[in-house]
């Protein structure tokens, strides 16, 4: 498999089960989201864009959910900065995800948007379930899983 298909593959897949939403949401479990998923309640925005949203430093560096969500929705985001907090995302969860020898772009794109959703260290504590995956189990990986608020 090609990185670039498992990345395109993961971007179609977040794009369908996220939207791409320029201005700030909730989920379905409250948290403020924008962009492609990105979790503003437990990632902030980069401050790239606080500054384009023409938040100062200081503002920006005590800034709480609220502000960042206000700054949101009184500046949406252009389609250019939508791609570039997607590609900060993906940036941060590609060297753990490439951890993960998988067999093709839909799996690769699944994991993915797991540990998208998820975050790195709640994505991590599915321990069993990443054993199967690292031994190629595909079918006792699903059936894991079956348990958990992910399926």
């Known amino acids: 498999m090609s990185a670039l298909h498992g990345i395109?593959?993961?971007?179609g897949l977040?794009?369908?089960?996220?939207?791409?939403?320029?201005?700030?949401?909730?989920?379905?479990?409250?948290?403020?989201?924008v962009g492609i998923g990105h979790n503003i309640d437990a990632n902030g925005i980069p401050a790239w864009l606080a500054f384009e949203l023409g938040m100062g430093w200081e503002s920006y560096s005590h800034a709480n959910t609220d502000q960042l969500v206000a700054?949101?929705?009184?500046?949406?985001l252009s389609n250019s900065?939508?791609?570039?907090?997607?590609?900060?995302d993906l940036d941060t969860i590609m060297p753990v995800l490439s951890m993960y020898d998988v067999a093709g772009p839909v799996r690769f794109a699944a994991l993915g948007d797991m540990m998208f959703n998820l975050g790195i260290s709640t994505f991590q504590t599915f321990t069993d379930f990443l054993s199967f995956v690292r031994?190629?189990?595909?079918?006792?990986?699903?059936?894991?899983?079956?348990?958990?608020?992910?399926?």
């Open 135 to 151: 031994a190629g189990e595909w079918a006792r990986a699903a059936q894991d899983l079956r348990g958990t608020l992910v399926y």
């Open 81 to 88: 900065q939508i791609d570039r907090l997607y590609q900060s």
């Open 14 to 33: 977040l794009c369908f089960d996220e939207g791409v939403e320029p201005r700030p949401y909730q989920d379905t479990r409250g948290y403020w989201t």
């Open 71 to 76: 700054a949101l929705k009184s500046s949406p």
């Open 8 to 11: 395109s593959s993961l971007f």
